[in-house]
């Protein structure tokens, strides 16, 4: 079974960058695409981005493309998203998820997701 630890998370200002990063073990993540949700407080868990299995696919939410990129590297078993030009509405709590079925091309819908991380804190400042 597939684990995931999210880190990078900090408080920043706005217009600044992060770059968070997704860690997986106990198990090869390199036949499954995976995707960055956010949680901002009193709201629902939302698609930021995903990655196909291979990382040579990926799609964004419309209020992160052209400041958010994601990316995989399946030797190390990384997931990564970095942002630039933070917004204070980028505030929220990130998780990183897996796919539940093979060769998935990073999906924006959470019920195709089977392993969650436990999210890192990222608050903009203003």
């Known amino acids: 079974q597939v684990q995931l630890v999210e880190s990078g998370g900090e408080l920043v200002q706005a217009g600044g960058s992060l770059r968070l990063s997704c860690a997986a073990s106990g198990g090869s993540i390199s036949r499954y695409g995976m995707g960055w949700f956010r949680q901002a407080p009193g709201k629902e868990r939302a698609f930021v981005a995903g990655?196909?299995?291979?990382?040579?696919?990926?799609n964004y939410a419309d209020s992160v493309r052209g400041r958010f990129t994601i990316s995989k590297d399946n030797e190390k078993q990384m997931l990564y998203l970095q942002m630039n030009n933070l917004e204070t509405i980028d505030t929220a709590i990130y998780y990183c998820?897996?796919?539940?079925?093979?060769?998935?091309?990073?999906?924006?819908?959470?019920?195709?997701?089977?392993?969650w991380g436990q999210g890192t804190q990222v608050t903009v400042s203003s």
């Open positions: 998820a897996v796919e539940r079925n093979a060769y998935g091309l990073g999906s924006r819908r959470r019920i195709d997701y089977g392993t």
């Open positions: 990655i196909s299995w291979r990382g040579h696919t990926a």
